[in-house]
Every structure is written in structure tokens, then in C-alpha cells.
């Protein structure tokens, strides 16, 4: 299975949904679409992105390291990136890494845009 990776410019964020899958194969597709709304996220007003995973099917350590320099790059340009997961294929690996410590996810689109 592929990935499939779709952008959206709303008022209070720029929203990234990801589904398929997040692996060595497609890593690279995955970084450029997160790159791609960062870019973007950094002249938005708002100045947030979130990243929603819950259609993915795989989200393996290449996905958590591409969500990971996404949130430090974020961090670095001003840029609040949050993360809505509830699917144990994200949340799970998350839980092992310890990083829902920096990666919060959060349980919709609109909580991450509350922050809440």
C-alpha cells in the first residue's frame, strides 16, 4: 500500500492528512508533503500545522523520525505543529519512543487548533 498525503489551508491552521502507509519506501513523499506545509504554516497567520494520521495503516520509525524534525523544524521557525492521533498504529510507537512527551497527539483537528 502507498501513502496518500493531502493539504488543506484553513483560518486557524494549515492541516496535513496522511493515510496508507509511512515506511522506508515512502519516507521521502511523506517529508516533502510535511516540508511543503511548514512552508506554508510559517506565513500563515495562525502559525500552526497540524499533522492528522488517523487513516494510516503503517507508521513505522521512519514516519515517527519525519513527524519528529517536523515539530523541531516548527519549533525552530515559529511554528506550533501538533499531531491528532488516537489510532494505536501511531499512538503506540509514540507511547514506546517516549515521544507523546514532545509530540502530544491529540484526539481531533480541532483540539490540536485549541491546543486543548
Known amino acids: 500500500m502507498g501513502l496518500d498525503v493531502r493539504q488543506e489551508v484553513c483560518d486557524a491552521a494549515v492541516v496535513v492528512s496522511a493515510g496508507g502507509h509511512v ?3 515512502t519516507v521521502d ?3 516533502t508533503s510535511l516540508q511543503a506545509a ?3 504554516a510559517a506565513t500563515h497567520s495562525a502559525k500552526k500545522l ?3 494520521l488517523e487513516d494510516l495503516s503503517y507508521f ?5 523520525n519525519a513527524v519528529l524534525a517536523c515539530h523541531e523544524r516548527g519549533a525552530a521557525d515559529g511554528v506550533a505543529v501538533r499531531v491528532v492521533a488516537v ?3 501511531v499512538v503506540r510507537p509514540l507511547q514506546i519512543t517516549k515521544l507523546d512527551s514532545v509530540i ?3 484526539p ?3 483540539a490540536a487548533i485549541d491546543g486543548g
Do not use: T
Request: hydrophobic letters at 40%; aromatic letters at 8%.
Open 23 to 25: 515506511d522506508s519506501v
Open 29 to 31: 513523499a511523506f517529508q
Open 38 to 40: 511548514l512552508d506554508v
Open 50 to 52: 497540524v499533522i492528522e
Open 60 to 64: 513505522g520509525s521512519a514516519g515517527l
Open 87 to 89: 489510532n494505536p498504529m
Open 104 to 106: 502530544r497527539p491529540y
Open 108 to 110: 481531533s483537528v480541532g
